[in-house]
């Protein structure tokens, strides 16, 4: 009874307060989900993160298509690198205009020109990850928000989407090295 008594004369929860304290549970919440965004886009949880297996693909390799498998080394990592870096775009730029798909998320050869263009590409997929994880963890950028150029897109989706895309590419150069031969068994 004395609890009841106690809990009547507690002066009413305002609108205001209400919604202060949604916020606070909600940025929270968001500092958890930026978290987790950015261990899944570095790779989290994986045995094998995206950078093991490109970094050490054999150069004279890079260009070989293995029996079964249709890309080689170097079709995956620059479909990866045009593709993360049209979600990045997507999602910080409203004027971005995207690539014509399917053609031009491919490179036109099957291997790089020369050891710089592999680079480049390893360069710029880096770079890019990293302003994409730099953009969720930012707590100023609303990852809930429908992008306004976008039909319905949200940045939390576009980084579960690279994320996605990001993983399976993963598991396409991983059979490949395994298929070249040039993949470390366990």
């Not at 620059?78 to 491919?106: C, G, K, M, T």
Request: charged share 25%; no cysteine.
């Amino acid at each position: 009874m004395k609890n009841l008594k106690k809990a009547n004369n507690r002066k009413p929860t305002t609108p205001a307060k209400i919604a202060k304290n949604k916020k606070n549970g909600a940025q929270k919440g968001d500092a958890l989900l930026r978290k987790e965004l950015a261990y899944l886009l570095k790779g989290g949880g994986a045995h094998v993160h995206f950078m093991d297996a490109i970094e050490g693909f054999p150069e004279g390799k890079r260009g070989t298509y293995a029996q079964g498998l249709p890309h080689t080394g170097w079709q995956l990592l620059e479909h990866a690198r045009i593709a993360q870096w049209d979600i990045l775009e997507f999602s910080r730029n409203p004027n971005h205009v995207s690539p014509e798909f399917p053609e031009s998320y491919w490179p036109k050869t099957p291997a790089p020109q020369a050891v710089e263009e592999w680079n480049n590409s390893l360069y710029s997929f880096r770079r890019d990850l990293g302003e994409m994880i730099r953009l969720v963890e930012n707590p100023r950028t609303d990852l809930h928000r429908p992008l306004s150029h976008g039909e319905g897109q949200t940045i939390l989706r576009e980084a579960l989407v690279l994320a996605d895309h990001n993983s399976y590419h993963l598991g396409q150069l991983i059979d490949l090295r395994r298929a070249l031969g040039s993949w470390p068994e366990a």
